[in-house]
Each structure stands twice: as C-alpha cells, then as structure tokens.
C-alpha cells in the first residue's frame, strides 16, 4: 500500500520532481500558547461568521456550496438523483451480510450501529489511541474471525460505511476530548493540521480556514468547519472518499508524502478535524466536484 | 511584448511601439507568444492561474483571489532580480506568505523561472 502510495506521490510530483516527504523543507510547527478544543472551534466559527456574516452554522455542511449559488443548485439536482445511490445499496448488502460467527454488525455495534459515527473518532483509554469509525468496524470483523479491511479499500471498507454512516444521518457531531491522553492526540492532529508540508509548501489551515472562501483557479475553498459532517463524500458523484482518502488526495495535491490510511497520522487528524465540526448534523453520501 | 515578436522590422516596430502604448494605455496586451507562458498557466507547473488573475492576458481563465492581481508587473518591479527572487522563494520577502517556493523546492527549473518572469514582465 504504502508503496502504492509513494507511486501516486512521484505522479503528482510531476516532472521527475521527487515529492518532498513532511517535515523536510517544511516550515517550523506554529508555537503558539496551547488552545482547548472548544475555544479552538468557537474562535474559528468566530472568524468565518465574521467572514460569512448571517450564514447559519447548519449550512456549512453544504461546503463550498454554500458560498456558490450555482453550485449548491447543482449539487441539489444531483443530490436529488445521486448516481451513487446503488453504491450505497451494496454497502448496506455487506453490513447485513452475516460475518463468520453468524453475527452482523448491527449485533456487533452498540444500539445497531445507529447515531454512532458523530460521536467518532474517539480517544480509547485501554488502548491509548484514537479509534475510528472505520477502527470498529474492522474490530467487528476480527472478533468474528474474519480478515480486516483496507483502510484504502473503496470496494469494501469505503461502501461499508457509506451505508453505516446512513444510519447516523441527521445526529449532531460531538466528539469529544476529555482526558490528557485524548488531549495529546488532539494536540498532534490540531500541529499536523498546522505545519507547513510538501513541495507546495502548504498547511491545511491557510486553505481551509485562513482562505475558506476564497477562490483558487475556479473552485471556492471549502471552510474547515462542517466538513467532518459528510463522509464518504463522492466526488463527480462517482469517487468514494472516506476521510483518510481525502487527506490523502490533499496530501498528494500539495506534493507530500501521504500517511497511510488508517494510519495513528491521520487518526489523530481526523479527531481534531472532527472537533471542529461538534454540533453540525451529519449527513453520509454527499456530491462533492 | 509585442515589439520583441516584430523587432528588426523598423517601420513596422515603430507603429507596434505606439499600439503597444496605446494597448499597455487600455490595460491589455500580454506577450501570448512567450514560452513562460505555458508553462506559467499549466496546472502542473507554475499554475500562477490557481492564485493570481493577469488581467492583461484574456487567455488567462481564473477566478482566483488567493494572491495579488499580476498587472503592471514592469513598473512594480523595475529590477527584475527582484521579481526573480520572489519566484523562487517568496518566504523571503513575507515568511508567511501562501506562495509555493518555485525554486528553493525544485518545483521548477531556474530557466522555467526565468522563462515565467519573462512573460509576467508583459503583463
């Protein structure tokens, strides 16, 4: 995998430049005072309603959508026939295909596995990691003897929780950070999502939350805030992306070398990520270009 | 600019001189010509578009308002080492600047570099 990756970085790289790996030629870590995760997600609601004024929190599930007219027009032509509907029919068939020990994983996740992935991930004490959507239903599969699937693997890890997630469609995100382990993790995904990485030399914060809003070529940049709520996403109505997918695509868009999927990286990643979307509804399976 | 295409040709020169000042006058005539050009557009490379508009190139589609508007770059910059030097690595001038550094990272070559200053000094 991780080679397969390294190939996709070389491509993106271009011009027989090699990617340059994070943290080489990347600008220092910012070292500001350390920030809590609630003051962090209000004081960046803060600046993008001062940015967006009158814009209610609920619409930033719609993305850059929600700053384009055009586009959310569009994008409610598709979402009215999405195209990956029948996707998301084969994810359900392999949530309620029983697994080797004749358990499914509604028997497998608590209350069925409804109204589950808004509270994801989440720090795991025992373990001493952040667990993932993904993580537990993977955990399902061990515990019932069967192989776990790819983190990478559109086909089945990625249609599985197109359909799991339904079933927490319309819950309001809360992730939450309660100890000083889960606080350590948060605090190396907020500095992943803070340093300066790849060739391009980018941090996810000057996009998403410096310039959310803002047009690069023809495309307004999503604001971080909301994004957490949709996942797997399809982009052109057609590509699943789970969110380790996504990070992966941005990862390779600013030539660096990508973490694996499913990797403690982007698990810690995701969790801070998540935080900022705490009190957003969640929505699965949406159209994204 | 369009004098350098037609330059050794005299007369014709000095009528494209004064359309040439009558063009930059109006706001427009980018030397389309120029190999920087391309490679200055192309997504792959320079792919300025993503960032800057260059109002005076109409082939030049972008939308973008990351970066300031490249225009008038000749009278901006009048030294052109410094236009240069902002290429390849605006972290100098502005350390927190969003720019990639085109050549402190081998993103492209110094002669696609000079080729790219090359065609933004028309613009």
């Known amino acids: ?289 | 600019m369009v004098l350098r295409s037609i330059g050794g040709v005299t007369g014709l020169a000095a009528v494209a001189l004064l359309a040439g000042f009558a063009a930059r006058g109006a706001g427009a005539a980018a030397d389309t010509t120029l190999p920087g050009r391309a490679i200055a557009h192309a997504q792959e490379r320079g792919n300025c578009l993503a960032c800057h508009r260059m109002p005076a190139d109409p082939g030049a589609v972008t939308e973008a308002d990351l970066g300031p508007v490249l225009a008038d770059l000749k009278s901006r910059y009048p030294d052109r080492a410094a236009l240069r030097a902002q290429v390849w690595d605006a972290r100098r001038a502005n350390p927190d600047t969003l720019m990639p550094p085109y050549g402190a990272h081998a993103i492209l070559t110094d002669a696609e570099i000079d080729a790219i200053v090359d065609y933004l000094l028309t613009l």
């Open chain 1, 1 to 289: 995998m991780i080679g397969r990756l390294r190939a996709a970085a070389r491509k993106a790289a271009g011009a027989g430049l090699a990617a340059i790996a994070v943290g080489v030629g990347a600008g220092a870590a910012i070292a500001d005072t350390p920030i809590d995760p609630d003051t962090e997600r209000a004081s960046i609601v803060r600046r993008f309603q001062q940015r967006f004024p009158g814009r209610p929190l609920d619409d930033y599930v719609l993305g850059a959508f929600m700053l384009n007219p055009a586009g959310r027009a569009h994008y409610d032509d598709i979402m009215a026939f999405a195209p990956f509907l029948p996707d998301i029919e084969r994810g359900r068939v392999l949530w309620e295909t029983p697994l080797k020990d004749g358990r499914t994983y509604a028997d497998c996740l608590p209350d069925g596995g409804r109204n589950l992935a808004g509270r994801l991930p989440r720090y795991d004490e025992a373990e001493a990691r952040v667990v993932t959507f993904e993580m537990l239903l993977n955990r399902c599969r061990r515990e019932a003897g069967e192989a776990e699937y790819r983190h990478d693997d559109r086909a089945t890890m990625g249609l599985l929780t197109a359909w799991a997630r339904t079933l927490s469609d319309g819950m309001r995100m809360d992730v939450r950070v309660d100890t000083p382990g889960a606080r350590a993790k948060w605090d190396a995904g907020r500095a992943l999502f803070h340093r300066r990485i790849g060739q391009m030399n980018f941090a996810c914060v000057q996009c998403h939350v410096d310039n959310a809003g803002r047009t690069m070529r023809m495309e307004i940049i999503s604001p971080v805030v909301g994004q957490a709520t949709h996942f797997p996403l399809w982009r052109s109505g057609e590509t699943l992306y789970t969110p380790h997918m996504r990070f992966t695509r941005c990862m390779e868009q600013v030539r660096a070398q990508p973490f694996p999927a499913g990797s403690e990286a982007f698990n810690n990643l995701e969790y801070y990520h998540a935080t900022l979307s705490n009190g957003l509804p969640l929505q699965a399976n949406v159209y994204r270009r």
